[in-house]
T-cell receptor
């Protein structure tokens, strides 16, 4: 399983764009990059997933360079309610791997007024 | 009820007690999971069930005993726990296991305290 490294914490202000970069140097060819969000005392929530280039949904954008050794989650115009821990995961797509989501320490994002 | 529900939300138990955690998913999914989240540690996958069959057991001590009577319900039976077992226990479900089923839906968790 590819190991991920992301900053422990980040502070931001309401209305700003937050970019969280995750490195995954030994990502395999068939691995996908997935991001989850977790609020205190709640279960994680899927945000976005991608394989290469750029993916955008109503919540966030995910930028993946050509070498796929890193990815950046972009949260546009954050609000106080975006304060949470954000996890970057590399998910193997092999059938035999099942759905082994391996969570790291995540990035604690604090949005200030 | 929608999504994934867990009961109880909070549980305090002594080391000699026996208790059970319950998880129910209303999403029509075929795979269910138990995770443990201790303070200052990453989420740890404990068990994976697919179509009521256990397909993964991540070296979890036998004092934790899972049960999946059908694809909508998952239990975690607890007995003779240790204080270090105090944690947030999260249940999740996904459509199936295997390729492209990366999206798991988590419940709110049960906050367990072992005294």
């Amino acid at each position: 399983l590819a190991k991920t490294t992301q900053p422990i914490s980040m502070d931001s202000y309401e209305g700003q764009e937050v970019n969280i970069t995750c490195s995954h140097n030994n990502i395999a060819t068939n691995d996908y990059i997935t991001w989850y969000q977790q609020f205190p005392s709640q279960g994680p929530r899927f945000i976005i997933q991608g394989y290469k280039t750029k993916v955008t949904n109503e919540v966030a954008s995910l930028f993946i360079p050509a070498d796929r050794k890193s990815s950046t989650l972009s949260l546009p115009r954050v609000s106080l309610s975006d304060t949470a821990v954000y996890y970057c995961l590399v998910v193997p797509q092999a059938q035999a791997a099942g759905n082994k989501l391996t969570f790291g320490g995540g990035t604690r994002v604090l949005v200030k007024p | 009820e929608t999504g994934v529900t867990q009961t109880p939300r909070h549980l305090v138990m002594g080391m000699t007690n026996k208790k059970s955690l319950k998880c129910e998913q209303h999403l029509g999914h075929n795979a269910m999971y138990w995770y443990k989240q201790s303070a200052k540690k990453p989420l740890e996958l404990m068990f994976v069930y697919s179509l009521e069959e256990r397909v993964e057991n991540n070296s979890v001590p036998s004092r934790f005993s899972p049960e999946c009577p059908n694809s909508s319900h998952l239990f975690l039976h607890l007995h003779t726990l240790q204080p270090e077992d105090s944690a947030l226990y999260l249940c999740a479900s996904s459509q199936a296991i295997g390729a492209h089923n990366y999206e798991q839906y988590f419940g709110p968790g049960t906050r367990l305290t072992v005294t």
